[in-house]
């Protein structure tokens, strides 16, 4: 049977990319666990437990009742789920007549009464859809946005061996370093992703960019003995465009199947054209020239790196061939480059998750519906042309609505409804008044009481890098502005605001 094109992406409920089933709703002839086992299921004929057959997979009791059995599972890297595999396998006269997924955005280590509880949005990635016995049975997702767990439902009980569910990883860098300092682009649970090599007889190419060292040498990239004049490479499409200044190189468990020599080379794909370019062997320039390896060594380099560029794709050769367990590829993003990876995770963001984020860069609803599902865009640049459209598409009730979110200048406490990001930005904004005196403070209140009586909405100003005597002397000046000019010009201000935020929020 062919495969679906999705099954050659990464599974993201991988146990090497340490996904976990974190509940079930009954489990009582095979436990919930076995549903991530990374070998194909097994079958003993004459295996038993005190409960029943002994089935390599996930079997709930038969339901006598109204209702349906689950399992969740909790995802080894967010991602965007472009298809899944229920794999029905030795299951004949005991699988599930029909399945959905759902899906939903929350923090890895949510617990599973926060999973269960109402406030949890759960998506429906698949809808309820037949299942054959003894099967894999793949299913593509249209789906557009990040999940951390998905729910597998089965109708109404029955038994399930392996679930597979392939996508392209979307981590949270707001939790996981903010991409700044040395980042791991070859990384899988950092975004990089093995596109194709020449070979993997023995072991699986995706196996070189798992966390930790490898647990055997099957858990490594391996090639077949090569005959004549040949050798073997792998493509890695890195995390994040970068300028390379570390690699590790690791054949660990590889001793009498090590390759002989490597070399890496790397090209920029960014940009128009960027996919021919990959195929276009002048375009690939050399990071690490032919080196010798080692047995069951990992290898480090760095002064040996030369001087390449930024690049988004890596391809390790090794020659003539061999296996390789694992490969890192450490680079220091620059600020273009971490807020690609900030514009990444804010184009796959669900919609309720997306708004919760525009709202704390702006407080008009309408503007925040229309960048919200004006997504995914294509660069930093084409969000805030977006922003700057839509803002000029807004109307005066739109630009009350957005400064009512604000605090005023020099006050403490938040605004009504205004979240914890917004909350710490405002704070961070108006660091110009955080050390003022009392009589400027005293100063400040009554100009914030005299702009409020003349124009009826608070005094609005890009604080940002402004000190406490300039906010004053622009409040003085604006007081002479008619009302219908500082309307606009206020718009302004809090347009300036907005697009700030707007960097901020994808700066990851």
Same mark, same amino acid.
């Given at each position: 049977?062919?495969?679906?094109?999705?099954?050659?992406?990464?599974?993201?409920?991988?146990?090497?990319?340490?996904?976990?089933?974190?509940?079930?709703?009954?489990?009582?002839?095979?436990?919930?666990?076995?549903?991530?086992?990374?070998?194909?299921?097994?079958?003993?004929?004459?295996?038993?437990?005190?409960?029943?057959?002994?089935?390599?997979?996930?079997?709930?009791?038969?339901?006598?009742?109204?209702?349906?059995?689950?399992?969740?599972?909790?995802?080894?890297?967010?991602?965007?789920?472009?298809? #899944?595999?229920?794999?029905?396998?030795?299951?004949?006269?005991?699988?599930?007549?029909?399945?959905?997924?759902?899906?939903?955005?929350?923090?890895?280590?949510?617990?599973?009464?926060?999973?269960?509880?109402?406030?949890?949005?759960?998506?429906?990635?698949?809808?309820?859809?037949?299942?054959?016995?003894?099967?894999?049975?793949?299913?593509?997702?249209?789906?557009?946005?990040?999940?951390?767990?998905?729910?597998?439902?089965?109708?109404?009980?029955?038994?399930?061996?392996?679930?597979?569910?392939?996508?392209?990883?979307?981590?949270?860098?707001?939790?996981?370093?903010?991409?700044?300092?040395?980042?791991?682009?070859?990384?899988?649970?950092?975004?990089?992703? #093995?596109?194709?090599?020449?070979?993997?007889?023995?072991?699986?190419?995706?196996?070189?960019?798992?966390?930790?060292?490898?647990?055997?040498?099957?858990?490594?990239?391996?090639?077949?003995?090569?005959?004549?004049?040949?050798?073997?490479?792998?493509?890695?499409?890195?995390?994040?465009?970068?300028?390379?200044?570390?690699?590790?190189?690791?054949?660990?468990?590889?001793?009498?199947?090590?390759?002989?020599?490597?070399?890496?080379?790397?090209?920029?794909?960014?940009?128009?054209?960027?996919?021919?370019?990959?195929?276009?062997?002048?375009?690939?320039?050399?990071?690490?020239?032919?080196?010798?390896?080692?047995?069951?060594?990992?290898?480090?380099?760095?002064?040996?790196?030369?001087?390449?560029?930024?690049?988004?794709?890596?391809?390790?050769?090794?020659?003539?061939?061999?296996?390789?367990?694992?490969?890192?590829?450490?680079?220091?993003?620059?600020?273009?480059?971490?807020?690609?990876?900030?514009?990444?995770?804010?184009?796959?963001?669900?919609?309720?998750?997306?708004?919760?984020?525009?709202?704390?860069?702006?407080?008009?609803?309408?503007?925040?519906?229309?960048?919200?599902?004006?997504?995914?865009?294509?660069?930093?640049?084409?969000?805030?042309?977006?922003?700057?459209?839509?803002?000029?598409?807004?109307?005066?009730?739109?630009?009350?609505?957005?400064?009512?979110?604000?605090?005023?200048?020099?006050?403490?406490?938040?605004?009504?409804?205004?979240?914890?990001?917004?909350?710490?930005?405002?704070?961070?904004?108006?660091?110009?008044?955080?050390?003022?005196?009392?009589?400027?403070?005293?100063?400040?209140?009554?100009?914030?009481?005299?702009?409020?009586?003349?124009?009826?909405?608070?005094?609005? #100003?890009?604080?940002?890098?402004?000190?406490?005597?300039?906010?004053?002397?622009?409040?003085?000046?604006?007081?002479?502005?008619?009302?219908?000019?500082?309307?606009?010009?206020?718009?302004?201000?809090?347009?300036?605001?907005?697009?700030?935020?707007?960097?901020?929020?994808?700066?990851?």
């Amino acid at each position: 049977m062919t495969q679906p094109p999705f099954t050659e992406l990464l599974d993201l409920a991988s146990l090497r990319l340490r996904a976990s089933v974190v509940a079930a709703s009954d489990d009582f002839f095979a436990e919930k666990e076995n549903l991530l086992k990374p070998a194909e299921a097994v079958f003993l004929p004459h295996e038993y437990t005190d409960r029943g057959k002994w089935m390599d997979g996930w079997e709930s009791r038969r339901k006598r009742v109204e209702g349906h059995d689950w399992a969740i599972v909790r995802l080894g890297v967010p991602g965007v789920i472009r298809g #899944v595999v229920v794999d029905t396998a030795f299951f004949r006269g005991n699988y599930p007549s029909h399945c959905s997924i759902e899906a939903c955005a929350a923090p890895l280590d949510a617990r599973p009464e926060t999973l269960d509880d109402p406030a949890t949005e759960w998506i429906e990635v698949l809808p309820k859809s037949p299942l054959q016995g003894d099967s894999k049975n793949p299913f593509a997702v249209d789906m557009p946005y990040a999940f951390t767990h998905v729910r597998l439902n089965i109708f109404p009980d029955g038994g399930v061996a392996r679930l597979r569910v392939y996508g392209e990883a979307a981590p949270d860098w707001g939790r996981n370093g903010h991409a700044r300092g040395e980042v791991d682009v070859a990384a899988a649970e950092n975004g990089a992703h #093995v596109v194709t090599c020449s070979d993997m007889f023995f072991g699986e190419r995706r196996n070189l960019i798992m966390p930790d060292r490898a647990l055997n040498m099957g858990d490594g990239w391996e090639t077949r003995r090569s005959r004549g004049p040949h050798h073997d490479w792998a493509l890695v499409q890195l995390a994040a465009r970068a300028t390379l200044t570390r690699l590790v190189i690791d054949t660990h468990h590889f001793k009498g199947n090590y390759p002989d020599t490597c070399r890496v080379l790397v090209c920029d794909a960014a940009g128009e054209g960027g996919e021919a370019r990959l195929s276009d062997e002048g375009a690939w320039r050399e990071l690490l020239p032919r080196t010798k390896l080692q047995a069951d060594t990992r290898h480090w380099f760095e002064g040996e790196l030369a001087a390449a560029g930024e690049a988004t794709h890596l391809r390790l050769e090794v020659f003539p061939d061999g296996g390789v367990s694992r490969l890192r590829a450490f680079a220091t993003l620059s600020p273009d480059g971490r807020q690609a990876l900030g514009l990444a995770r804010f184009n796959t963001l669900t919609p309720t998750a997306a708004e919760a984020a525009l709202r704390a860069c702006c407080g008009s609803a309408r503007w925040n519906e229309w960048m919200r599902d004006g997504r995914p865009y294509a660069s930093v640049a084409a969000l805030l042309a977006a922003a700057d459209a839509t803002w000029s598409w807004t109307s005066a009730d739109d630009w009350h609505e957005a400064f009512a979110a604000h605090p005023r200048i020099g006050e403490r406490k938040a605004a009504a409804g205004q979240g914890a990001t917004a909350k710490a930005w405002s704070a961070a904004e108006q660091a110009g008044t955080r050390d003022a005196s009392d009589a400027k403070r005293a100063e400040l209140a009554e100009i914030n009481r005299a702009y409020e009586a003349r124009f009826g909405f608070i005094y609005i #100003v890009c604080a940002t890098g402004r000190s406490l005597d300039e906010m004053l002397d622009l409040a003085r000046a604006r007081m002479t502005n008619d009302p219908a000019a500082e309307l606009r010009v206020a718009a302004a201000e809090q347009h300036r605001i907005t697009r700030l935020r707007l960097e901020k929020l994808l700066e990851p």
